[in-house]
């Protein structure tokens, strides 16, 4: 499945339907006067969080959504019938911006949550609603409220446990490999992780999702390499785990360059807790790993821990601090056999 974290669509809610004009002729009715009946009020647009997504794909191919209209009234004071809501399912962790991406309109956390973004219009009135004392044959009748519309954008930020960050190449794809069931792309080359990859890791009778970003470089915070777009899916991590590549040059200064991008990139992310780990400790000498992590500590001012995802050593020790960071987990929310949904095609709708 391909990957895809924003998606621009256009929403409208339904128009309510026009009222009747109608007047009744019955046989042995001397006076039957009006009785036209309102329009149906228009469908609602609805979002809903759904959970086992983790892409927006499908907005690439079904942009414009459109709740249908209510139906007019007719006589014998009939209400039209009111249009169906249009339910939009998206993933959970999903944000529904305004067209000019400065507001943050809703936000969906929660799988199952539903929230009405735009309301029907209401029917217009049927002329029986205007009868009154001096105007006994009223004429004139509503003709329904229109809908709301807009353009918005949709923008997944991923829920995970724990995110990975460090430089290209500093092991993260190697590590997510070797911890979880991800199958995520590793390569002598940078930038070999070009999406975010999810993994669960089930580690001391715990599961915990962990989210690997590809990578970053000094100045991803003003779009060099990759830039830092892919950040927002580790803004709602409990914890980071920083890989720091000890066959580098400088490894103390690549930790600081993650750090700065970090900063620069805001939402939080320089105060989460964090995990820091020296990778690819099995390619240099003991002594020389010694050295490296009494640096990085000294740089950092927390423990450092030492750790090849290749060769599988310090992986349990990571794995245990970062449950301890992450803290208890919290009780899933039952789904009774009425609430699940039969199997079948997606749509978005």
């Given amino acids: 499945m391909h990957f895809l974290d924003q998606a621009k669509i256009f929403v409208r809610s339904g128009a309510g339907g026009p ?8 046989k042995f009715i001397e006076y039957g006067g009006p009785d036209g009946g309102e329009g149906g009020k228009g469908g609602d647009i609805i979002f809903e969080a759904v959970a086992g997504l983790n892409t927006l794909i499908d907005f690439r191919y079904t942009q414009h959504f459109r709740a249908p209209r209510g139906k007019g009234g007719s006589g014998s004071n009939r209400t039209g019938a009111g249009g169906r809501d249009l339910v939009i399912r998206v993933p959970v962790g999903t944000q529904v911006l305004s067209d000019d991406k400065e507001h943050v309109l809703a936000d ?9 973004f735009f309301k029907g219009g209401d029917g217009g ?33 991923l829920l995970a446990d724990a995110g990975l960050v460090g ?10 490999n070797a911890t979880t069931n991800a199958k995520a792309k590793v390569g002598d080359y940078p930038f070999t992780t070009t999406r975010p990859q999810l993994g669960v890791v089930s580690h001391r009778n715990r599961e915990f999702v962990i989210a690997d970003i590809p990578g970053l470089i000094e100045g991803a915070a003003d779009g060099a390499g990759i830039g830092d777009r892919f950040l927002g899916h580790i803004e709602r991590c409990r914890v980071l785990l920083h890989l720091v590549d000890a066959t580098e040059d400088k490894p103390v200064e690549n930790y600081r360059i993650v750090r700065a991008e970090l900063d620069a990139y805001g939402a939080g992310l320089i105060d989460k807790p964090e995990v820091i780990a020296l990778n690819k400790i099995d ?3 003991p002594a020389e790993v010694k050295k490296l992590a009494a640096k990085l500590k ?4 927390a ?21 301890e960071a992450i803290g208890p987990a919290e009780a899933a929310p039952a789904i009774s056999a009425d609430d699940e949904d039969e199997p079948g095609e997606w749509s978005p709708i």
Avoid at 133 to 155: D, F, K
Avoid at 308 to 319: D, F, N, P
């Fill in 303 to 323: 423990e450092v821990m030492l750790l090849s995802g290749a060769a599988g050593t310090g992986l349990e020790a990571v794995l245990d601090r970062l449950v």
């Fill in 167 to 176: 430089l290209p190449n500093a092991g993260k794809s190697t590590f997510i």
């Fill in 108 to 116: 969906f956390t929660v799988p199952g949550e539903k929230r009405v």
């Fill in 19 to 26: 009222g009747a004009v109608s007047f009744r002729r019955e």
């Fill in 125 to 157: 009135r049927g002329n029986a609603s205007y009868k009154s004392s001096t105007n006994r044959a009223p004429r004139q009748h509503g003709t329904g409220w229109p809908g709301e519309e807009a353009w918005l954008w949709l923008r997944l930020k």
């Fill in 283 to 285: 390619a240099l000498d």
């Fill in 298 to 301: 000294r740089a950092s001012k």
